[in-house]
Nanobody
């Protein structure tokens, strides 16, 4: 059974930083595209960042460009999201997602339906 387990969320003041981790168990992700989505209360789920299998190609939503970095360590089967300059509007549940059952990881994907496996999410709360 494949599991994506996020960690690293929490409460932080505006301007602060957090690093989210997504540890995948049950299957290697070395050939898989991965991404982070988020969902704030009352809002739709939205893409935050995406990464291809090698980490060479990445995508960032406009609202996080220059503040967030997505990267991965395939040897550890883990994907990360480093967040700096956090704002109250970044408050949301952050989800790690992967095309775990697909080997076409040479490109990234930004549509939720492109991903076959989702984590449970980790809460990020930014106070003003």
């Amino acid at each position: 059974q494949v599991q994506l387990v996020e960690s690293g969320g929490g409460l932080v003041q505006a301007g602060g930083s957090l690093r989210l981790s997504c540890l995948v168990s049950g299957r290697t992700i070395s050939s898989s595209a991965m991404a982070w989505f988020r969902q704030a209360p009352g809002k739709e789920r939205e893409i935050v960042a995406a990464i291809n299998w090698s980490g060479e190609d990445t995508y960032y939503a406009d609202f996080v460009k220059g503040r967030y970095t997505i990267f991965r360590d395939n040897a550890k089967n883990t994907v990360y999201l480093q967040m700096h300059g956090l704002k109250p509007q970044d408050t949301a549940v952050y989800y790690c997602v992967g095309r775990v059952y697909s080997t076409s990881g040479e490109m990234y994907y930004i549509i939720p339906a492109s991903y076959d496996t989702w984590g449970q999410g980790t809460q990020v709360t930014v106070s003003s």
